[in-house]
């Protein structure tokens, strides 16, 4: 059986990300069914490698209950319906490096 997880990491994009000399860091959400946290876990990490983004730091970890999907924000929403139909979603909020650093 397979259950929904959150997980939240800080991030950088890498070089080879489009956007890596704009953006600065960014927050990824991502949401991924799997049969064990440590497998959901393991996949979160690669969902973002593959995105182009290097983990700075861990923030948190959580199985998603049907109360908090209700909960969700529009966007929120939309990540875990993907999350549904491909067993894994992510969001990525970013923001721009300092103009003079």
């Not at 704009?22 to 069914?33: D, E, G, H, N, P």
């Amino acid at each position: 059986m397979q259950y929904p997880f959150l997980f939240q990491y800080k991030v950088r994009p890498t070089e080879a990300h489009k956007d890596w000399n704009k953006l600065a860091a960014a927050i990824a959400t991502v949401m991924v069914f799997a049969e064990s946290g440590a497998l959901g876990r393991y996949r979160s990490v690669r969902f973002i490698a593959d995105n182009k983004w290097d983990i700075v730091e861990f923030m948190r970890a959580m199985i998603i209950c049907p109360h908090r999907v209700e909960a969700f924000d529009e966007a929120l929403g939309k990540v875990y319906r993907q999350a549904e139909l491909f067993g894994i979603a992510a969001c990525f909020d970013g923001w721009a490096k300092h103009p003079h650093i």
